[in-house]
Structure formats: structure tokens, C-alpha cells
């Protein structure tokens, strides 16, 4: 194989990205964007649809021209160059395969249309087309074409024909979004190993938050063509700097509440407040997953069992807090003792996060 | 889709297996196959095979070696060598102007683009008589464009060039109106793809867009050559008519008409008939190979 070996990930910046900023139009898909991606790292893109998350890829990728702001990689001006001359490899949401190809073509396309003087020997060629076709777990598929094959199976064919150019920068634009769902799980998987195994710095779009927080190591959270949080899936799900991230992050429940000093109050349930939290009105953010069912006349909040439901491996179990259904979530199969329909209980949220009310 | 299906064996009482005769039409979910088929069937028969087989029973009045006299007549040779050569050339000439013309109107914005879109059709709406016209005042060794070729020595008008010339201007719209749609269809991502991965602009065009039009352009091609083998109306004026030289098999097929020689103009008419048959079958055949490329 003649990829990179893959080191440690090394704390040298490859990718920075400043100011970005991009308009379609009066409708601003980028404002201001920057961030920077180490060498050899896996950076996710998350965000809803319209956050401008495909922009800012395709932006890396050259396929966009942004208003202002600056794209290097590894030092050197990425915007002063021509789509051809990055030496990205992308992979579009819809695999983008040539039909009038066959897989064996298509990946080796980037090296048949380089210039005589660079491109490789027909042999040379035939022996790196196999190396990915066995990289990607394709092999004896090389005559087929794009259309007798399965979606996953394309994918793979895309992503062996983006690292056949040895890319610097390896570009994935919604990887898995026209997949099923057992097929993705186990591509997400794979496709880690082979960024691991490949060395390459890898930027990755998703509106799926599971796939992001699974798969990278730093996320990029974006909303209306902003950044919004940066940080490895860890800190971004358990410190989320934003109600928006919390919310997207995963299943929310919000309480108003009220910060007094070093003391959060939340209806009849009082507690310390967490660091930094501001004073006054607040919105009080949990997991529904992150609670415990105290005992009556212990602290926390008043509740009323509205529903029990088994959901597989969970109990999902519906509340009536303050006046608002609440639906909480517990590890089955046993109910948490005293959780029964009808019967009031207290519940503490574990790790409330506190937002100023907005 | 698929009309011959293997069936799987049937086993027969005597113990040997043998595999079910093939059914010449698997059963389409789609209801009304028999009515369409037969509807599609009588309307084909009436208005193009009923016409054609008259024109094919008509030549035989005058014997084998009558059909084969009028066909080999030096004149008539050379009257279908020009029609089918010309028409051949024509409808070449107008695949890459028309892919550019296509491409231009779909992949450009620009003021007056859809007055320009519009032009495209014009050849199709005029008469073609009046069209002939046009061209021949304006080709003619007088006229504005035509004294202007002269001079430099190329004769336009009542040349085969002429011919040429009035066979480009009514094919194009064929060309153009057949990559026109697929060229708007075509996948962005794709080119996309190619540009990311190296390929220059002109890589681009040739390994990625100009295939996945292939079928496209070839049927417009084919198009193109079926209207001007058939074209009549624009030619006569602007080709000066000399026998041998710049006499198209329609306008011979007239002049025999009109000499009341019946058989001798459907002899040629089915010449004219058998070879465009021919050559779009030919052309049938290899439109679907390209677009059966990676299609299955």
C-alpha cells in the first residue's frame, strides 16, 4: 500500500480556515467562518440543512468561491488555486460516479487524466486500482458498472476514487446520508479504520448528530451559516456552549428556572448552581436519560407518572412537570423502584446545563 | 422490461428435466398492454406501413429490369449520391455545432438567451420554400454573402455546396432539441467529481459530459440526416438543379412525376426509402450500444 503510515495525530495545523463568509444572493450561507483542522484529523461538519455546512465543504473543495476570508492548507493559499490543482478527493453525497465507466475506470480516473509527464505507466495504474479495490473490499467487482451495484457499494467506489489522487484532504459530503441504516453503521466503522489507515485529513459533513459524535475527532457545529461550537464529541455533548447545540446534540427537556448567587432554583427543586452559570432567568436543559427518580419527600422536582412505555431495551416514561409533559427515559427492563402510572414522584435532573433565558 | 425470461425447469413424469420454453413477453404489471399494443400496432400499419407498401407495389409495372434500369440510369445514381452524401454531411456538420449550441443555451446565462433559444426552432416553423429563398438571395453569386465567396474563388449557390448549405440550416434544430434536455439533466456532481480528481476543462468535456451525451447526440444526428434526405422544398432553389451535378433524388422523383413515368419516381422513392431505412437502423443500433454502456 502506498499510503502515508499514519502517526499519532500530529498537532501541526493543516487546514485554517478564517472569516470565511459566503452569499447566495441576499441569503448568507457562511458569515464569518473559522476554524482550523489538524494534520491526519477527522473533522465533522454537523448542522441542520441550510447551516452551510456542504458550503463551507465545498468551499475547501474549490467548487464554491467565498466572498471573503482565507482557506490555507499546510501554509499554503488554498483559494489561489483551481479546483484540479488541491488535490482534494471528494466524495459527493450522491457518489457523482461516472455511469459510462466501469469501477475500475472510475478509480482510476484522477490518474489517467494527470499530464503525461506525472501521469503513471498503464501497469502501475492497473496495480494501484487493485490496491484500493482491495482497500475499499471490492475486489473481482472491477468490470461492473456503477449501475450494478449496490449503494454502499458505490459509496465505496466513490471513496477509492477520491483516494487514488492521494489526496491531502479527504472531503465527504453527507458519506452515508442515502444509505440504511444497517449498511451506514457498519460503513461509519469502516470508514474510520480506512482514515486511520490512510493518514489523510479528513473533512466530513453530517446532519445525523450520532454519526458525527461517533466517528470524529473534533465536531463543527454550525447554524445558520455560523459556528457555533468546536471541540471533540465529548465536550460539545457534555458542555454544549449554545441551547441549540444541547437540543441538537441529542433528546432535551427545558425547565425555566432561576439563578441566585451560587444556588439554582427550578420550581420547588433547589440546588447548586452549576460554574459559570449566569444570574437571574434561566433555561434549564437535561437529558431525559440524565435524571433520578428520588424518593418523596427528598429533593427534586415534583412529578406526576403520566405513561410507562418499553421501548426495547428502554422505558420511556411520560411526566407531568409544572403543568408540561415531559417524556424521561430510563435503562430497562425494571422500572426504577416507586415509577409506576399515577403515582407522583421527584425527579433530579443530574447534570442540568443553565442558558440566560432567552 | 425483460421479454425473454428462463423460466425455471419443469420436472417431467418420465424424471428428465427440461427447460420451460421461453416466454416471449413477461407479464407487465401495468395494466392495458393489449389495447396500447394494438392501438400502436393499426396506427403505425395505417399511416407508415400502408403508405410505403403501396410505394413498394407501385415500381413493379415496369418490370425488374425497369426498376433496375431506372436505378442504375447515371442520373439517378447520381441524384441519390448526392441526396444521401450531402444529407450525411450535413446532419456531421451540425453534431458538434449544435452540442455547442446546446451547451451554450443551457450552460450560459446571458441577456437574449431565450430569444436565442427561440431562433433554434425557426427552421423548423418556416416553410421551406421560403427558407430556400432566403438563403438563395442571400447566397446567390449576387446576393450579400454569396459575392462575397466568390470573390475568393468558392461558388455557394447552385453548387453542392449550396445543397449543403440548406441542409445544415434545416437540421440543426434536430440536433439541438435532442441535447438540449439531456444536457440540462446532467448530473452537476459529476463534472464536479472529475474537476476535484485533475481532470481539465477539456477532460472534463470529452471523458465525462460529451459520453454521457453520446446517445443523445446521435439521435439528433439521425434525426438531422432522415429530414434532410427527405428535404425538398429549400434545396431546389438554392442548388441550381443541374443533373448530375446538383439534382437531389426528391426533385428527380418530381421531374419523373411530372413526365407521368409513375413507376420509374416510386422506384426511386423505395431506393430512397430502403437505404434511410438502412442508415437508422445503423444508427439505432449504435445509439443503443452507447447508451446501453453502463446502463443494465
Not at chain 1, 487546514?15 to 458569515?31: D, N
Not at chain 1, 482510476?108 to 501521469?119: D, I, N, P, W
Not at chain 1, 466503522?189 to 466530513?204: C, I
Not at chain 2, 407479464?27 to 410505394?55: A, D, N
Request: net charge neutral.
Amino acid at each position: 500500500m502506498n499510503f502515508r503510515r499514519a502517526e499519532s495525530t500530529d498537532e501541526r495545523l493543516a487546514l485554517e480556515i478564517k472569516g470565511v463568509s459566503k452569499q447566495y444572493g441576499r441569503f448568507p450561507a457562511l458569515k464569518d467562518v473559522s476554524l482550523q483542522a489538524k494534520d491526519k484529523e477527522f473533522l465533522a461538519l454537523l448542522g441542520p440543512s441550510g447551516s452551510g455546512k456542504t458550503t463551507l465543504l465545498r468551499v475547501l473543495a474549490g467548487l464554491e468561491e467565498p466572498d471573503a476570508g482565507e482557506v490555507r492548507f499546510g501554509g499554503e493559499d488554498f483559494l489561489a488555486l483551481p479546483v484540479r490543482l488541491r488535490k482534494v478527493g471528494m466524495v459527493f453525497q450522491h457518489y457523482a460516479l461516472f455511469r459510462h465507466m466501469t469501477v475500475a475506470q472510475n478509480i482510476a480516473f484522477g490518474l489517467t487524466v494527470r499530464r503525461r509527464s506525472e501521469k503513471p505507466s498503464k501497469s502501475e495504474i492497473g496495480d494501484r486500482v487493485a490496491d484500493l479495490l482491495s482497500l475499499v473490499q471490492l475486489e473481482g467487482l472491477e468490470k461492473r458498472f456503477p449501475s450494478q451495484l449496490s449503494g454502499g457499494q458505490r459509496q465505496r467506489v466513490a471513496l477509492a476514487r477520491a483516494l487514488a489522487i492521494e489526496p491531502k484532504m479527504l472531503l465527504l459530503d453527507e458519506p452515508f446520508g442515502a444509505l440504511d441504516a444497517q449498511v451506514r453503521r457498519e460503513l461509519r466503522r469502516w470508514l474510520r479504520e480506512l482514515h486511520d489507515k490512510a493518514g489523510v485529513t479528513t473533512v466530513f459533513v453530517t446532519h445525523d448528530q450520532e454519526e458525527a459524535l461517533d466517528l470524529a475527532d473534533r465536531v463543527a457545529i454550525l447554524k445558520d451559516g455560523q459556528l457555533i461550537q468546536l471541540g471533540t464529541p465529548n465536550e460539545v455533548y457534555e458542555h454544549p456552549a449554545t441551547p441549540f447545540v444541547f437540543d441538537f446534540l441529542g433528546a432535551a427537556c427545558r425547565m425555566p428556572g432561576v439563578v441566585d448567587g451560587s444556588r439554582l432554583l427550578v420550581a420547588d427543586w433547589e440546588s447548586e448552581a452549576p460554574k459559570g452559570a449566569p444570574q437571574g432567568p434561566v433555561d434549564v436543559f437535561f437529558r431525559p436519560d440524565e435524571v433520578a427518580f428520588a424518593p418523596l419527600d427528598g429533593a427534586g422536582l415534583a412529578a406526576e407518572v403520566r405513561g410507562v412505555t418499553q421501548r426495547g431495551p428502554d422505558v420511556r416514561i411520560d411526566c407531568l412537570i409544572e403543568g408540561q409533559t415531559v417524556e424521561l427515559q430510563a435503562h430497562g427492563p425494571t422500572l426504577p423502584p416507586g415509577v409506576a402510572t399515577g403515582l407522583p414522584v421527584r425527579i433530579k435532573p443530574l447534570r442540568p446545563q443553565v442558558y440566560a433565558a432567552g | 422490461m425483460t421479454d425473454f425470461v428462463a423460466s425455471p425447469p419443469v420436472i417431467r413424469p418420465g424424471g428428465t428435466v427440461r427447460p420451460r420454453p421461453r416466454r416471449w413477453k413477461e407479464h407487465s404489471i401495468l395494466p392495458g398492454f393489449g389495447l396500447s399494443l394494438g392501438v400502436t400496432l393499426i396506427y403505425l400499419g395505417l399511416i407508415v406501413l400502408l403508405p410505403l407498401g403501396v410505394l413498394a407495389m407501385r415500381p413493379w409495372e415496369i418490370g425488374l429490369d425497369g426498376i433496375v434500369r431506372t436505378l442504375t440510369d447515371a442520373r439517378v445514381a447520381a441524384a441519390l449520391k448526392i441526396t444521401f452524401g450531402i444529407s450525411f454531411l450535413a446532419a456531421l456538420t451540425n453534431g458538434p455545432l449544435g452540442l455547442l449550441i446546446a451547451w451554450t443555451l443551457t450552460r450560459y446565462e446571458f441577456p437574449g438567451r431565450r430569444i436565442m433559444d427561440a431562433l433554434v426552432d425557426l427552421p423548423f416553423a418556416l416553410p421551406t420554400a421560403v427558407a430556400g429563398i432566403a438563403l438563395t438571395t442571400l447566397y446567390a453569386p449576387t446576393g450579400p454573402l454569396g459575392a462575397l465567396a466568390a470573390k475568393i474563388g468558392i461558388k455557394t449557390a447552385y453548387s453542392p455546396l449550396g445543397i449543403f448549405i440548406a441542409l445544415v440550416f434545416i437540421g440543426l434544430p434536430f440536433v439541438v432539441r435532442s441535447i438540449q434536455p439531456v444536457l440540462q439533466d446532467l448530473d452537476r456532481g459529476v463534472e464536479e467529481a472529475a474537476q476535484t480528481l485533475g481532470a481539465t476543462d477539456l477532460q472534463r468535456i470529452a471523458y465525462v459530459v460529451i459520453p454521457a451525451l453520446g446517445p443523445a447526440i446521435l439521435s439528433g444526428i439521425s434525426l438531422a440526416f432522415a429530414r434532410a434526405v427527405g428535404e425538398y422544398g429549400s434545396v431546389i432553389f438554392i442548388a441550381g438543379n443541374m443533373p448530375m451535378k446538383t439534382e437531389i433524388a426528391p426533385l428527380l422523383i418530381v421531374i419523373k412525376l411530372e413526365q407521368y413515368d409513375y413507376a420509374g419516381a416510386a422506384a426511386i422513392g423505395v431506393a430512397m426509402v430502403a437505404i434511410s431505412f438502412g442508415a437508422l437502423i445503423g444508427m439505432n443500433i449504435l445509439q443503443m450500444a452507447l447508451a446501453r454502456r453502463g446502463r443494465t
